[in-house]
DNA sequence: TATACCGCGTT
DNA sequence: GACGTACGCGGTATAG
C-alpha cells in the first residue's frame, strides 16, 4: 500500500476562507520537499490541480498531523482527499489519551527528541502586524515546512508499533475513519434562522433589564451584577445573609446557582438574580454561538474534536453546539435550527445506552431482563428504592429513580446524590440516599459484583478499558492521596461506560457515513451530541434515511440486549428532538 | 495580554 | 475532609 504523508501550510482563520501556501510531502527513505503556492490565487488552484490525481487517489494512504484541518482547506479548494487515513494527533491521543495536547511539535520533542522550528521563528511581521508566512524567503519555509511533514511521518513511524502492543488495533481503526466523518460534518454546517433568533435575542435583553431593575432597586449601581465576589460580599456583609456554601478559592462564599437557591425567600433579590444569570447566560453564550454564521457558505459551522475527551468521547467547540440547552429556552434556540427549502431534519438519539451497555458489561441479570421485557429501568429502580409497586410509580418519583441510575454509573456518594437532587427540586436526606444506594445495589446485584471488578482490574493493570479496546491509564489509583485514589475509582467505573456508548456512536457514524457514500444519498450528517446524531435530509430521501439510520445505529456492535434508536423528523432541531 | 477562577450549559 | 463523568466558554479578577 502506497502511503503519503503531507502537511499544509495555511494563512487565515478558518477552512472556508483561509488560503494555501504551500504543501510539504515526506517519502521513505526520509526525505521531505515542498511545493510553495503563488500569491496568485489562479496560480494556486492550477498547482492544486496537478496535485489532485495524488489526493483522489483511493489506493494511496494519506498520513498527517490533525488531518480533519487540512483536509477541509483541501475540500474548500474542491479537492476531497481519499483513500485510508493515518492520524498522528489521533495514534498520540490513543496512547495518551488524558494528555492536554496533541500538538506536532511537542510531540515531535517528547518522542523524537527534536526541537521544531516554530512558527514565531520564521514567520515575519505583515503591514496589519501579524505574524505571517507569506513575503518569508522560500527556502526558509521549506525548511520549516518540511520539518512538519518529516517529524509526522517519524512520528507515524514510532507510535505505529505501540498501537499494536496496547492493542488499540480495533479503535485506532475506527478513529482514524472516524476523521473523514467529522471533516465532512464540519464542512457541511447547519443552517441558522437568523430572524427567529433575532426574536429570541429581543426577548431575552427585555428579560435580563427586568432583572436588573429588579436587583439595582437594592444594590443601587454599586455592585457589578456579574461579580461573583461583587455579589458574594453584597449577599452576606451589606444584606448579612446566611452563607450556605463554602469559601472559594478567593475566600470569598460561593454564590452559585445551588447556593441561590437555598436562599430564595430570605430576600427578593434572590430570585431577580437567578431570572439575570438565566438569561444573561442566554445571551452571551448561546445567542452569540448561534451568530457565529459563516459569511461564505451562510451556514455554522463547529469543530468537532477528536483528541480532548479522555474517555473517548467527541467535544464541539467554536462553537460549542454539545451544549445547548434542550429544555425551555433550549426548544426555542433549538427551533432556529433550520433545514433549505427541500430539506428535513432527522434526529436519531440511543434510548439509554449508558445504562444498556452498563447492562451489557455488566451482564446483571435484573438489567438484562428489563431491557429485554421492555420494563423501563428508571421506573423499576424508582420501585424498588420507595418500595412499591412498578405500575405505582409517578412521574415525579421517576425522576428520582433516574439520578439514582444516572448517579450510581458515576460513582456519586450519598452525599452527592441529596445534592443533586436537591438541585432538581425534590430534598432527600444523605440518609435516605444511603438507602437509595444500599438499595440499588441490592436490586442489582450484578452492577455491584461489575463495578468492584472494574476497579480491581483498572488498579492491577493501570488502566481502564472500553468494549472495544481503548484504553486509559489511571496511575492515579496507585497514589497515597486518598481523594486522588477516589477520583481514579470514579473514572476506573465510569470510562467503561461513558468510553463504550461513546465507541459505538462512532462505529454508527462511520457505517452511516460509509453507506451514504456508496449509495450516492445527498443527505448529509450535521451534528452528534454524545447519543444523538443530526442529519439534514432532501425530502425525497426521508424514508430511505429513517430506515438507513435506524438500522445502522442499532447494528453499530451486538450486546446481549437490542439497542434502541429514537427518530424524529421535523423542519427544526426542536421537531426533530 | 495571558492565566486563573467562578459559574453553568449539555450528556 | 470530601463528596459526579466528560467537556467549552462567558465574565471578572489578577499577575505580568
Redesign the pocket.
Known amino acids: 500500500m502506497k502511503k503519503l504523508c503531507f502537511d499544509l501550510e495555511t494563512t487565515g482563520l478558518d477552512v472556508h476562507t483561509c488560503r494555501i501556501l504551500g504543501i510539504a510531502f515526506c517519502c521513505m527513505p526520509l526525505k521531505a520537499f515542498y511545493v510553495s503556492f503563488s500569491e496568485d490565487e489562479q496560480k494556486t488552484k492550477k498547482y492544486l490541480e496537478r496535485l489532485r490525481p495524488i489526493f483522489e487517489d483511493d489506493s494511496i494512504t494519506k498520513i498527517g498531523h490533525n488531518l480533519k484541518f487540512d483536509m477541509n482547506v483541501l475540500r474548500s479548494y474542491g479537492i476531497k482527499v481519499k483513500g485510508p487515513l493515518i492520524d498522528t494527533m489521533v495514534m498520540d491521543y490513543l496512547i495518551h489519551p488524558d494528555d492536554k495536547k496533541h500538538g506536532l511539535k511537542k510531540l515531535s520533542l517528547q518522542h523524537l527528541n527534536y526541537q521544531q522550528l516554530t512558527f514565531n521563528d520564521v514567520a515575519m511581521n505583515s503591514n496589519r502586524n501579524e505574524k505571517t508566512l507569506e513575503g518569508v524567503h522560500s527556502k526558509i519555509v521549506t525548511n520549516y515546512a518540511c520539518e512538519d511533514a518529516d517529524q509526522t511521518f517519524q512520528l507515524y513511524n514510532h507510535f505505529n508499533p505501540l498501537i499494536g502492543k496496547y492493542k488499540l488495533d480495533t479503535v485506532y481503526k475506527l478513529d482514524c475513519q472516524l476523521v473523514s466523518v467529522l471533516a465532512d460534518m464540519e464542512y457541511n454546517g447547519v443552517l441558522i434562522d437568523k430572524k427567529e433568533l433575532k426574536k429570541i435575542e429581543k426577548d431575552v435583553e427585555l428579560k435580563i433589564g427586568d432583572a436588573k431593575l429588579r436587583i439595582e432597586q437594592f444594590t443601587k449601581g454599586t455592585v457589578?451584577i456579574?461579580?461573583?465576589?461583587?455579589i458574594?460580599m453584597f449577599l452576606f456583609e451589606e444584606l448579612a445573609l446566611t452563607p450556605m456554601g463554602e469559601r472559594?478559592?478567593?475566600g470569598h462564599y460561593?454564590?452559585?446557582?445551588?447556593v441561590?437557591h437555598k436562599l430564595v425567600g430570605e430576600h427578593q433579590i434572590i430570585g431577580a438574580l437567578l431570572d439575570y444569570?438565566?438569561s444573561s447566560?442566554v445571551k452571551?453564550?448561546f445567542i452569540?454561538?448561534l451568530k457565529n454564521i459563516n459569511p461564505k457558505t451562510g451556514r455554522l459551522h463547529t469543530s468537532y474534536?477528536q483528541t480532548?475527551?479522555?474517555?473517548g468521547?467527541l467535544?464541539?467547540?467554536?462553537?460549542?453546539l454539545?451544549?445547548?440547552?434542550?429544555?425551555t429556552i433550549?426548544k426555542q434556540l433549538r427551533a432556529c435550527f433550520k433545514t433549505p427549502k427541500g430539506y428535513s431534519l432527522i434526529g436519531a438519539d440511543y434510548s439509554n445506552i449508558e445504562l444498556r451497555v452498563t447492562a451489557h458489561l455488566s451482564q446483571d441479570k435484573k438489567m438484562l431482563n428489563a431491557y429485554r421485557t421492555d420494563v423501563d429501568l428508571h421506573t423499576l429502580t424508582t420501585s424498588k428504592i420507595f418500595n412499591i409497586p412498578y405500575e405505582e410509580v409517578t412521574k415525579e418519583k421517576r425522576g428520582v429513580g433516574k439520578t439514582v441510575n444516572?448517579?450510581l454509573l458515576?460513582?456519586?456518594?450519598a452525599?452527592?446524590?441529596s445534592?443533586?437532587l436537591s438541585r432538581e427540586g425534590t430534598g432527600y436526606t444523605i440518609e435516605e440516599c444511603t438507602q437509595f444506594i444500599n438499595d440499588f445495589f441490592e436490586l442489582y446485584e450484578g452492577v455491584k459484583k461489575f463495578s468492584d471488578d472494574l476497579i480491581y482490574r483498572a488498579t492491577t493493570k493501570g488502566y481502564a478499558e472500553t468494549m472495544i479496546g481503548r484504553r486509559r491509564p489511571l496511575p492515579e489509583l496507585q497514589s497515597n492521596d486518598?481523594?486522588e485514589r477516589e477520583?481514579g475509582k470514579?473514572?476506573a467505573l465510569?470510562?467503561p461506560i461513558?468510553g463504550t456508548a461513546a465507541d459505538i456512536l462512532k462505529i454508527a457514524m462511520v457505517s452511516i457515513y460509509n453507506r451514504l457514500k456508496k449509495e450516492g444519498l445527498k443527505s448529509k450528517m450535521l451534528l452528534q451530541?454524545?447519543?444523538?446524531l443530526l442529519f439534514e435530509v432532501p425530502d425525497g430521501e426521508k424514508n430511505i434515511m429513517k430506515k438507513l439510520i435506524r438500522l445502522e445505529m442499532v447494528n453499530a456492535v451486538h450486546l446481549s440486549i437490542p439497542l434502541e434508536v429514537d427518530l424524529k423528523i421535523g423542519k427544526s432541531w426542536k421537531e426533530a428532538h
Open positions: 457589578l456579574s461579580s461573583p465576589p461583587q458574594s472559594g478559592e478567593n460561593s454564590v452559585s446557582q445551588n441561590l444569570r438565566g447566560k452571551t453564550t452569540k454561538a474534536n480532548v475527551a479522555a474517555t468521547r467535544s464541539s467547540s467554536k462553537p460549542n454539545q451544549n445547548i440547552p434542550s429544555q433550549g444516572f448517579g458515576y460513582g456519586m456518594s452525599f452527592g446524590l445534592e443533586k486518598t481523594s477520583a470514579r473514572k465510569n470510562t461513558q451530541v454524545h447519543d444523538e
